[in-house]
């Protein structure tokens, strides 16, 4: 036995404590953890008790305390951080009622700002309103014949426009809260509140969110909701004040939560001067219909365009149909652009002429027009795009791309079975209604007085509007009137018809759309009604390399369609050899990818003068590339002139022209 075992007794207390030390830890563990989970449990309460009288009297010591910096508050959330009162007037009444519903919102200390329509510009600011936390009122008026108040004009313009562009999409102004007061007469029932009605929709398609249902005022006393307006305007701003009252407590719904689009199904107090879900319910399928398809879209939405599109065929068969029986003339060619066509074309903003042609007003010709740049054919050939005018002698097309994003309903057919107006008429009235579009800018903020004042005289024409312009059979008289008028010519055409290619008279640069490479892809994507469409494809890009003046491939690549067959396009770019893919224009170490246009006038006039021997080419009338247009430049393609403007909702790409 070790001896040193007789130095330790066993008996000691402490060292019975050491041999049971486990024992020990164990109950001094599981006493602290009694001991948090009191801690927690008072300290909750505590926090409850203190939470319930926030809002009773703070005592002194911790006043001072606070007021040092010691014992920050924590910051009350906002639901609403003011209100901002739009208005649209003709008479004053519009502005009249803004005021008043001023003055009844400053009661509900919330800041309050009302603004003149005719000074605000929705194209800098009204996207500013998804993250402001502001309620935007507005209060318009209807004028003569269902129009907007001239102060109002451009406001209603930009957001009629913006709602059908996909480039904004359905999402732009998701976040904005806004409601809407109209002002009208029901003794004109065709457009009674019609403006009041537009704005409403126009906001809600943008993705904004309605917090009150819209009023809609009658100064028809008879008829009025309430007797009068100003009774009409009570009754809904009292509505719009409680809404108000509610959303500064962060409730966000009044009833049930069961509303749909807006619309609130469960309130008993829903009146007939409100927006219903079913009037929007149609606006939603009409857009799904007419509405420009987006291609990030495509995919979940081309079976239900296929399906509108043999239905709409079946219909205008019918109504064509019903029409030759009631005038029983067969044989009369009937008119291009059908009611249905008329209205869907009309809503997206172009300005129809005669039975087939139309003419629109592209974006970057309002962005130049207000200094903020042009498109890319400004960068790269000059074309001043306040000077430019889109449009097209025919609506028709040879294919029916999936990816068309103009329009997916106009008609299609491989010959011209249409009535025909003379190219006079369709230039002179395409003309006119591009200067009364240049006109409605006149006012708007931010418009260059010397850029309006070059607005009204055309002096490029863009036809790449819509469908096939070279099937109209009088192209050629028609692009001699434009060169006679001093107006460069961008003809685009889609590769189906090489012999009008072929008989194609001069233009200042012709374009080839080619949106495919083999034969397969280009049936799957363009969907051609001719049964040759590939040896017709060949044979056009053919007779562009035969082409002297310039000539452009534009090629529409969209991922998972038809980017798969480079080797292909390869050899297609050297059959059409076109200018602007096969590297032509660099002269002496330098660019020369401008056009000069006085000098393309002139040859045109001399090609015409000697009957069609005086030829010219390309290299005729280029004009040396400035500086800031050439790749690497610190302006990054964008004319000094100008001024750079981007757009504040970076949510969606709208690129493009």
């Known amino acids: 036995m070790d001896p040193s075992l007789d130095t330790w007794d066993f008996s000691s207390p402490l060292m ?54 010691y014992i920050p508050l924590q910051k009350k959330e906002v639901f609403v951080s003011g209100v901002k009162i739009f208005y649209g007037s003709q008479t004053g009444t519009a502005k009249g009622f803004a005021t008043s519903l001023a003055e009844a919102v400053t009661s509900l200390d919330l800041p309050v700002a009302v603004i003149n329509l005719k000074e605000y510009d929705p194209d ?6 998804v993250t402001s936390k502001n309620v935007c009122a507005f209060v318009v008026a209807t004028y003569t014949e269902g129009r907007p108040p001239e102060s109002a004009e451009w ?30 007469n ?22 904004a969110h309605r917090v009150a249902t819209r009023g809609e005022g009658d100064c028809d006393v008879a008829k009025s909701k309430h007797g009068s307006i100003e009774a009409d305007f009570r009754a809904w701003k009292t509505k719009f004040l409680a809404r108000l009252q509610t959303l500064q ?49 495509l995919g979940k939405i081309m079976n239900y365009v296929k399906k509108e599109k043999r239905e709409k065929e079946q219909q205008e068969e019918k109504s064509s149909l019903v029409r030759n029986t009631v005038k029983n003339e067969a044989s009369e060619r009937r008119a291009m652009i059908t009611p249905a066509l008329r209205e869907a074309l009309t809503k997206q903003g172009y300005q129809l002429i005669g039975s087939h042609s139309g003419v629109k ?57 249409w009535k025909m107006d003379q190219p006079e008429m369709i230039l002179k009235e395409a003309i006119e209604n591009h200067q009364n579009m240049i006109k409605q800018f006149k006012g708007v903020p931010g418009v260059k007085e010397e850029r309006f004042e070059e607005g009204m005289m055309v002096k490029h024409c863009a036809l790449s509007l819509v469908g096939e312009p ?46 495919a490479s083999t034969k397969d892809s280009l049936k799957k994507i363009d ?43 390869a050899e297609l770019v050297s059959l059409g050899n076109p200018d602007f893919i096969e590297v032509k224009f660099k002269i002496d170490s330098e660019w020369w990818t401008w056009i000069d246009y006085n000098r393309f006038q002139e040859l045109m006039q001399e090609y015409e003068d000697s009957g069609g021997s005086a030829t010219f080419s390309s290299k005729d009338y280029v004009a040396k590339t400035p500086h800031w247009a050439l790749f690497g430049a610190c302006e990054r393609g964008f004319d000094p002139k100008d001024t750079r403007y981007q757009r504040k909702n970076k949510s969606k790409d709208i690129s493009g022209c």
């Open 361 to 417: 007003l592209c974006r970057w010709t309002k962005s130049m027009l207000r200094g903020r740049g042009g498109c890319y054919k400004h960068t790269f050939y000059g074309i001043e795009s306040h000077r430019c005018m889109e449009t097209t002698p025919s609506l028709a097309c040879a294919n029916k791309c999936v990816f068309c994003w103009r329009h997916h309903t106009n008609p299609v057919g491989t010959e011209w079975r």
């Open 155 to 184: 406001f209603c313009k930009w957001l009629e426009e913006a709602s059908s562009d996909f480039r904004f999409g359905k999402t732009y102004l998701k976040g904005m809260r806004y409601a809407v007061f109209g002002l009208g």
């Open 16 to 69: 019975s404590l050491w041999m049971n030390r486990f024992y020990v830890y164990l109950g001094f563990a599981f006493g602290i953890s009694l001991w948090i989970c009191f801690q927690i449990v008072i300290r909750k309460q505590l926090f409850i008790f203190k939470d319930k009288n926030s809002q009773k009297s703070v005592p002194k010591a911790t006043g001072d305390l606070m007021t040092n910096g």
């Open 470 to 515: 070279i099937m109209y059979p009088e192209i050629n008289r028609f692009l001699k009137l434009l060169h006679e008028c001093k107006i460069s010519s961008f003809l685009v055409t889609n590769a189906q018809f090489p012999v009008e290619i072929r008989n194609l008279k001069p233009v200042t640069q012709l374009y080839v759309s080619v949106d």
């Open 186 to 207: 029901s003794a004109y029932a065709s457009h009674f509140n019609k403006v009041g009605k537009n704005v409403d929709k126009w906001l809600w398609m943008l993705g």
């Open 249 to 297: 407590k962060g409730e966000k719904k009044p009833c049930d939560g069961n509303c749909k689009r807006g619309q609130c199904e469960s309130s008993a107090e829903e009146e007939s001067f409100e927006s219903t879900s079913e009037e929007e319910s149609g606006t939603e399928d009409h857009q799904n219909l007419n509405s420009v398809v987006d291609v990030e879209d």
């Open 124 to 129: 800098d600011h009204l996207v500013e309103e």
């Open 527 to 569: 969907r051609p009604l001719f049964k040759d469409f590939w040896q017709r494809f060949l044979d056009s890009l053919k007779a562009l390399a035969a082409k002297q003046q310039r000539t452009v491939y534009r090629l529409t690549l969209v991922k998972a369609w038809n980017v798969d067959e480079l080797q292909a396009y």
